[in-house]
């Protein structure tokens, strides 16, 4: 099922060019019902889908895991099928370590710039979850979150932020609360044959293999969803971009998609795009579009 969505990147132009004017999401929305389908499929009951979906699992892995699962469930990862790891996660979530950074976050958006202008200036209304990445008509690219953090720095004569970590993270970590707060939903468009082929190039580069691993990020996140690797549960692609920036017990810090991707790519035994590159944002504006629909849950937690 999944796999037909891998092959139709080859026929991305031929697609596209083919769209009426007014429906240029028409196969990234077959796509993503097609993801929505597959995940829950697969999670109506692991155990009895076994040779299905899980031929390495074990029956008491299996037996562990929640079965019925729906869209909207998916947002929760890993956690949404790991009965053991979402205990763990709703104890975390009690105290979160990431508080301070929000309230850190909220200093950043109001402090002033050298020119008297601020973040907020940028962005008068900070629930802004929702609108990111997007593709810009007129530059004719996609536009990160990212992106445009360190676009109101520098236009306005302030150094460019670290694209992983640190104050963008906590900035976002604001964003985020604030998009919760506004009960906001991913809602990526694609309103071009120039979207559309940004959309399926991030497609691509996600069911692509490359690196001396000759991995993609599906053999983990989609046909690998939910199978155990060392002690951990690979997560899904429906509902990867709903809860950033994310507090990584592993960082033991905050992070921004960019970080997490870029980590990924270097376990498929890649070399990552930049984290500004058209590969980067095509991507993330690829596994944004598969979420949409799905509540804003950021920022959040992972192992």
Sequence with gaps: MLLKIAKTTALAALTVSALHATNYSAQAEKD???VIKYFEA???DPLKNKNTFFPYSTDEELEKSEKGLKHADFALGSYSFNKDGKSQYEEIKEMPPYEDDVDAGAKLYEKQF???KSMATCFPNPAIMASYPYFDEKRKEVVSLTQAVNECLTTNGEKAWNTQKGDMAKLQAFFATKSVEAEQKI???INSA???AAYERGKEYYYSQRGY?????AECHVQGAGQRVRNEKLSPLLGQMTQWPVYRLKWAGLGTPERRMSGCIVDEGQVP?????KEMKELLFFMSYMSNGMAIDGPDIRK
């Design 32 to 34: 993503r019902l097609e």
């Design 187 to 189: 809602d990526v468009k």
């Design 114 to 116: 050298a020119n008297g």
């Design 273 to 277: 795009p930049k984290d500004t590159s």
């Design 42 to 44: 697969k999670f109506e």
């Design 194 to 196: 120039e979207a559309a």
């Design 213 to 217: 691993l000759k991995l993609n990020c």
